[in-house]
């Protein structure tokens, strides 16, 4: 077999927005690991989640992510099943039932702030699940192309237990830039925040945070895991009895936030392979320089290609029209609607893949997560210059 | 790298109870699909789980696993995330749910046998979410030894949606070999499976069944997904606001199953490696003859390793003590105290790994799924032999 296939691959030029691109010697290293896990006589995926090795390739991933983001002692790290979806869910459960802990059964409101695709879901599930949602802003108007300042926000209620907000829109390419301060957001009203599809990509100011979350799938990792970093004193939950008495339902025990983290992420199974690759993937960013460096990547990459798309604004159009809330991982542009096929025709042939933009919004997006290089940006750019050269 | 490390093992002789082992070759061909996917310029676990190839993935294994275990066209495959956990939180709200959608809103009770920790903790879940539940049996008494007739259940009254049994008890060893007939089951209460240590194991009539759903962990794959087989007429559920009308809670929406099937298992992200190695697993069985061959395999491993401890009645103890309920796939014994030690030394100084209990029932456990070979079990039968004469 090993004489046909092999673990070499010619590095990808590819820009899909999720599942993503990972590191090519991550994924050579977990293929092995696959295999045989270091003493074991089987693989990675084959072991207890409650194994020695298994508890350390948990432990390691929380040690790197605590590394590399300075996360601080106020908040925990921990690892559920799932992707984004799960994690808005789960999330309204666990706060609102938080929120009545800290004060005497009183049901808090959730105040959600809709940028894009993400945002609208999360607020959409939380009130289908029945909770008590405020939006305090939607810029379906705006097309999601620019965010309001704070000021212009419906004011925030101080009976709300925390501001959900995505903190970039995979689909419309949108991205904060700064947070709400205490200007805006009431004392005691938690900041929730999606960073599915760019934790890891920029220095976060995580005490700021009453809880991050992020599927792996898109920056960091493949499918199947979500990373949690919460303020400890928002992980107690009343009793479910309480719970039943103020009438808040109940959350699925896999996602019972206290009762995940007493069990160190595995009450049930972790998809350990999947934590694996995250710490793979987190080692090397850590080996790489942290979040300092691939900050300084990351920014590049994104401000080289907005500059070529910029170049040519009759034929190029950038849907964020504010370019100070322009997307460092998911670079969302169109093209003359008869040109698009065409596009995407070329920049295969030229082994440029997956920049078709999401079926919801169509036009083209180009996602440069953290394993995406400058080169393939770079090579990207070129194209971009010649298409509109040859095209416009 | 690639001149230092290597996809080959030695075959391992491994019996833990899941994650658990899987085919050699399954895996190795899976490492090189983690890398470079077919025609892709990436690797399986880094495509959209929109795309052709991975909705290939999801239709493969849905095909393999209605061939396998010939699935009638009357019910429907599907994935989601999780394990057995999720599974059994998802299964009370969408079949109560459905039972009210068919009995003008109203709440059907839920039916639960208990023969061991799984289908205690499933039991548990339904009752903590606030359904109404009906234990019928709880073998407790019977230290989760044998399953008293169905004759002497208690009577399960007719507006019950569904009887839950856990089809092999994972930690106890305990496993059905009959399921309840029209003679003890009224009509229109559907019978639910968790088969999450057992399916593919063995011959199963589908169509006598509500719902059999599996964690892959444990006899098929790596942990992050399960499989759902439902009667279709129990896929549909009121909506969201006449189920709040009738006080029934709502799933969060990635474990809806209409929502799931109506997006052939990718509403939300489904984890496509894991998916994939599931395809390749399922693909294998059909191979070398499907489930007919699987299980007279299985059923030889049991019968020569049960046979073998009841040699030594007074050495081994087979905690499971009716013969006919001995699961062929989780071979749960204990031996004198003082010599467990011993025994997980020297089995292990054999290279016979895994094979210590449960940490809720302590003794010994071999789990003795698909993926280990008859000849790991005699290897495993000899020793069960050299250590009973050597120490009794």
Redesign the interface.
């Known amino acids: 077999?090993?004489s046909i296939?092999?673990?070499?691959?010619?590095e990808?030029?590819?820009f899909?927005?999720?599942?993503?691109?990972?590191p090519?010697s991550v994924?050579?290293e977990?293929?092995?690991d696959?295999?045989?896990y270091e003493q074991?006589?089987?693989?990675i995926?084959?072991?207890?989640?409650?194994s020695k090795p298994a508890i350390k390739v948990i432990d390691d991933t929380k040690s790197n992510l605590i590394k590399l983001l300075d996360i601080p002692d106020t908040h925990e790290v921990f690892f559920m099943?799932?992707?984004?979806?799960?994690g808005f869910?789960?999330i309204v459960y666990n706060l609102i039932g938080n929120y009545a802990k800290r004060n005497n059964g009183k049901i808090g409101k959730a105040a959600y702030a809709i940028t894009g695709s993400w945002s609208k879901k999360s607020a959409q599930?939380a009130q289908?699940?029945?909770f008590n949602v405020d939006i305090v802003v939607d810029t379906k108007d705006l097309k999601y192309g620019d965010i309001p300042p704070y000021s212009q926000w419906k004011s925030i209620s101080k009976d709300t237990a925390y501001l959900y907000v995505c903190d970039n829109e995979t689909v419309h390419g949108i991205e904060y830039k700064d947070i709400p301060t205490s200007d805006y957001l009431p004392e005691g009203v938690e900041l929730v925040a999606d960073m599915s599809s760019n934790i890891l990509s920029k220095k976060v100011d995580v005490s700021k945070y009453g809880v991050i979350f992020a599927?792996a799938?898109k920056n960091i990792g493949?499918?199947?895991?979500t990373i949690y970093i919460i303020k400890k004193s928002l992980i107690e939950q009343p009793t479910?009895d309480e719970l039943?008495s103020y009438g808040i339902?109940?959350?699925?025990?896999?996602?019972h936030f206290p009762t995940v983290i007493a069990n160190n992420s595995a009450?049930?199974?972790?998809?350990?392979?999947?934590c694996h690759?995250l710490k793979l993937v987190t080692a090397k960013l850590l080996e790489n320089g942290g979040i300092k460096q691939i900050q300084a990547i990351d920014e590049e990459k994104s401000k080289i290609l907005y500059e070529a798309l910029s170049k040519y604004p009759t034929f190029y159009h950038l849907p964020v029209t504010n370019p100070k809330y322009r997307s460092n991982m998911n670079v969302v542009f169109t093209l003359p609607k008869e040109l698009e096929d065409k596009f995407i025709k070329e920049s295969t042939e030229k082994?440029l893949?997956?920049l078709k933009g999401h079926?919801s919004v169509g036009g083209m997006r180009a996602s440069i997560y953290n394993a995406v290089s400058l080169d393939s940006v770079k090579k990207l750019v070129e194209f971009v210059n010649e298409f509109a050269t040859n095209n416009a």
């Open positions: 077999m090993s296939k092999s673990l070499d691959r010619e990808p030029n590819y899909g927005a999720g599942p993503a691109l990972l090519t994924l050579q977990a293929a092995y696959l295999i045989k074991s006589t089987v693989g995926g084959e072991i207890s989640h409650r099943q799932g992707g984004g979806t799960t869910s789960s599930e289908r699940l029945g599927g799938q493949i499918a199947g895991l479910d039943k339902p109940l959350v699925p025990i896999a996602f009450y049930n199974t972790i998809p350990i392979f999947a690759i082994n893949i997956g079926r």
